[in-house]
């Protein structure tokens, strides 16, 4: 009798580990599923890449305020696939910016938005020389990706630069556009740029109600290309 419970016991205990060896099994097997669906929808989701200074960075602002994070809450109220990523850099030049592009290409770009220059303009800087290192950021872009879709933010000068300088430095954007078949924001700062109560004290970066109107700015040129 005794041997009989034994035996009755044994196989008891054998039933019960082959049952939860398969159920580790099928738990490990459903997490690789869902590691594999994760990974799927990451390689899917598209990059929105902002490139730019302080005006792009959201200098004197946290981060969740700048125009590229609000972009960022436009896009997921419309469920779309896109991440947004801010590579703004407070006090970036033209030049600046072409020389650090590679580390930043490190990652697949699907959409490029470009703001710099108005640093070199602020600058001093010769027109040429902004406009070649724009070309160049933008040559750089397109040979990492040729399908890649490029947003060109144009900029101004302050009217105490000169009329002429300004006019020139407005233009510059304009045949950069036009010459790269790139989309066009016409002016970033369109209703912010020399209004007190859209800039900090310093009258040159945007408050956070003024990054609002820059996103909607940037919004009428990119919701097109989503």
Known sequence: MRTL???FLL???L???VQCKNQNKAGEGQKE???????A???AQKMILFYGNSITAGYGLDLSEAFPALIQKKIDSLDLNYKVINAGVSGETSSAGLNRLDWVLKQKVDIFVLELGANDGLRG?????TKRNLQGIIDKVKAENPQVKIVLAGMEMPPSMGKEYTMEFRQMYKDLASENKVYFIPFLLEGVGGEPTLNLPDGIHPTAEGHQILSENVWKVLKDIL
Do not use: H, P
């Open 5 to 7: 419970v034994k035996i």
């Open 41 to 43: 929808a990451d390689a």
């Open 125 to 129: 800087i010769k027109l040429e020389e």
């Open 11 to 13: 196989n008891l205990i």
């Open 33 to 39: 599923t869902q590691d594999s669906d994760t990974k």
């Open 15 to 17: 039933v019960i580990f």
